[in-house]
């Protein structure tokens, strides 16, 4: 009578309800101990929240690559990482070049929490497209004890800055004005309260130069660079690639709201509590809004920043405070120096997860290699020459052929040397403002704290 209980038809839908239990268990099982960390804030459940959620963070540590067709689903399941990591009380950067992800981030998870102060103390969010802009000031380096260690930091985070404009400015720099222009970011640097406005205004000619800023190239306290600025700056050769420079850079203050931002010489976002704080960065800075060179510079300049900053952090810290960087179409903020995070950040304590479409998008085959040394892949529904290339990567033969027919939400998963898993992410479990349902859903928008902090956020 019940044969057809094992008809091999009927196998898949067995497959599909054992995944929605495992994922359900693991769901209420990481709600309990949230309401037990909430009445008993002295019991660490750190470890075992960790066990539970879906992917560890031992497994994070080697950077994850999540790669699949446009609506395979990889935006939800980086918002259910995010999400994680949040709750983890890990730091957290967010690169969205459209901004969704931001949003969601913002209106539906940390209002619909049950205990979003902890999370919202956190946030520090940069925005870009609201009236006024929040201020940032790129320059704004973190008070240091003396003279000297002042130019160390100079001198360690000024390359990465000049990478970020090397990679962003159209058309590329050349040789002349990368040196140049590293040299006067140096200088700046100096000054008590630098900003970009510094920089544009010390590209001017001898007789142009105000009195602050004269004063400040013979008050250099290294020797090479005054003597650099005492012969060679005010030449003729200079003077050439001063001006390319001087047409590049103020056409970043033809965009109204960029100019108030980076005008201002305070910031907040400040690069001394972002790791050791733990801090939720959340970069809006939409290429709808901005267009596509400004986004990207904005995020360029930001992971570079955090890069830098983070290659000087004590081991100590790296250990206590991880910092996890989510990009969402990685391609768009892409380049050498990602490479380079995915290579040595993991020492210190820096760890991405990147997004992207398919393989080799708008990428050099340098940038492609380096995301597929990911440890972790996730790989949902792609085309059929991905699908050939991600097999061998996950391991599985004959796998391509899964990977054409999966559907939204599905993906495989491969966390390094262990086998490859198939994971299926019900909606709910990816997106909890359904779970919370609407009704607990707009008690929590209406609850005052949850207010105040959103206009404090404003
Ligand atoms: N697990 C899921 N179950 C059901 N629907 C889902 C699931 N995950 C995502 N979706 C839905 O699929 C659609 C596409 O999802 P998502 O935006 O995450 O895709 P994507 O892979 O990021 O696409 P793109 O590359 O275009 O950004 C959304 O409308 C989302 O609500
Ligand atoms: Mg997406």
């Known amino acids: 009578m019940l044969w057809f209980l094992f008809c091999p038809r009927i196998f898949p839908i067995y497959y599909r309800l054992l995944s929605l239990s495992y994922v359900g268990i693991l769901q209420s099982a990481n709600r309990t101990l949230q309401a037990i960390e909430v009445f008993l804030p002295f019991l660490s459940l750190h470890f075992l929240k960790q066990l539970l959620s879906p992917i560890g963070y031992r497994v994070r540590r080697g950077h994850c690559h999540i790669l699949g067709k446009t609506g395979a689903g990889k935006s939800v399941v980086l918002e259910q990482l995010i999400w994680n990591d949040i709750e983890n009380g890990y730091g957290v950067a967010v690169f969205d070049p459209h901004g969704q992800l931001i949003e969601k981030i913002l209106h539906f998870k940390l209002l619909g929490i049950s205990h979003p102060r902890q999370h919202f103390k956190r946030v520090v969010l940069l925005d870009f ?252 529904k792609t085309n059929y020459e991905d699908a050939k290339v991600m097999a061998k990567e996950l391991g599985v033969k004959h796998l391509e052929r899964r990977l054409l027919h999966l559907r939204t939400g599905q993906f495989f998963m491969r966390q390094g040397e262990r086998r490859c898993q198939f994971i299926a992410f019900p909606k709910t479990f990816a997106m909890p403002v359904n779970q919370v349902g609407k009704k607990r859903h707009r008690k929590y928008m209406l609850n005052k704290e949850c207010q105040k902090l959103q206009q404090r956020l404003k």
């Open 129 to 380: 497209e609201s009236d006024p802009p929040s201020a940032f000031n790129f320059l704004k380096i973190p008070p240091s004890k003396n003279n000297e260690q002042k130019s160390q930091i100079i001198s360690a985070i000024t390359p990465f800055l000049i990478e970020a404009f090397q990679i962003t400015l159209k058309p590329e720099m050349s040789d002349s004005m990368r040196h140049t222009l590293f040299k006067v970011l140096q200088a700046v640097l100096h000054l008590p309260k630098p900003c970009l406005m510094d920089v544009v205004q010390l590209l001017v000619r001898r007789d142009q130069l105000t009195t602050p800023y004269q004063q400040l190239l013979t008050a250099l306290p290294n020797p090479m660079l005054r003597h650099y600025f005492q012969k060679h700056y005010f030449s003729n050769t200079t003077e050439r690639s001063k001006e390319a420079l001087y047409s590049r850079l103020s056409s970043l203050f033809a965009h109204q709201q960029l100019e108030e931002s980076l005008r201002s010489t305070d910031s907040i976002l400040d690069f001394s509590k972002v790791f050791s704080q733990s801090q939720i960065v959340l970069i809006k800075a939409s290429q709808g809004r901005l267009g596509e060179e400004l986004s990207r510079l904005i995020g360029t300049l930001v992971h570079q920043l955090l890069l830098g900053f983070c290659f000087r952090r004590h081991p100590q810290e790296a250990l206590c405070h991880p910092f996890f960087i989510h990009m969402d179409e990685c391609h768009n903020f892409m380049n050498l120096k990602i490479v380079k995070g995915i290579a040595e950040a993991r020492k210190f304590g820096m760890f991405y997860t990147l997004v992207r479409q398919r393989l080799g998008q708008e990428m050099t085959k340098e940038e492609d290699k380096a995301l597929r040394d990911c440890n972790l892949h996730i790989v949902g």
